[in-house]
């Protein structure tokens, strides 16, 4: 079974603060992906990965870094905190080849949901 | 622009009775149709998908149908039990002409009444 596992389930963090968010899959997916869920506004691409070192904006990078310095590790970086970043965030990942195939079911993770005070 | 959409964004059933969750895409060269089920307090889990060339698939107790004619995808729920309660997304593989993304949307909630 694919699992992915995320660093936290929930996270308390004040304005400014920089916030890491770590992501990890353990069945070799090429691809990885961040998303934030927010209540009516459902799930929101953040950055995504299709491999090793690359990364690419999803569809509201804005206040959000990411790393992917090794293969099975995500990292979603928020440089300075906001109130607007409270939300829960997913990770997922998705098998594929160089992420040209649109077909790949994305496995997501537990989850985590950061309160920015 | 291309979206995926929901007709309803609450259902509640009776347990044993099936259950329908419907959704309307709206991007006509979508190949790949994909059910997800998110659990209050959990990511979403992957049920069933279905590609483009098939009409119906059948699970475990799920069965999704796809109407290519006028963009309709709904999953279907056989003796719907209390731990089937949750939000269920459909998602298609995004307008972004870039591998791998989807577009999901914005998802229904089943309540399964006892």
């Known amino acids: 079974d694919v699992k992915v596992t995320q660093s936290s389930r929930y996270l308390v963090k004040r304005t400014g603060e920089k916030v890491f968010l770590e992501c990890v899959q353990d069945m070799d997916h090429e691809n990885m992906f961040w998303y934030r869920q927010d209540p009516g506004l459902g799930l929101r691409l953040i950055y995504f990965?299709?491999?090793?070192?690359?990364?690419e904006k999803g569809d509201i990078p804005e206040g959000y870094s990411v790393s992917r310095e090794k293969k099975e590790r995500f990292s979603l970086i928020l440089e300075s905190a906001s109130t607007n970043q409270t939300s829960m965030y997913l990770c997922a990942s998705s098998s594929g080849t160089s992420g040209r195939s649109f077909t790949d079911t994305q496995y997501f993770g537990p989850g985590t949901r950061l309160t920015v005070l | 622009g291309e979206s995926v959409g929901l007709h309803l964004p609450t259902l509640s059933v009776q347990e044993g009775d099936n259950s329908i969750i419907n959704c309307a895409y709206s991007?006509?060269?979508?190949?790949?149709f994909i059910w997800y089920k998110q659990e209050s307090g959990k990511g979403p889990q992957f049920i069933i998908d279905i590609r483009s060339n098939m009409d119906k698939r059948q699970g475990q107790r799920v069965t999704v149908l796809l109407n290519k004619t006028v963009k309709h995808l709904s999953l279907q729920i056989a003796a719907t039990q209390p731990g089937d309660s949750a939000v269920y997304f459909c998602?298609?593989?995004?307008?972004?002409?870039?591998?791998?993304?989807?577009?999901f949307g914005g998802g229904t909630r089943l309540m399964v009444k006892p």
């Open positions: 991007n006509s060269a979508s190949d790949y």
């Open positions: 998602a298609e593989p995004g307008a972004r002409n870039a591998g791998n993304m989807l577009t």
């Open positions: 990965s299709y491999d090793v070192k690359m990364k």
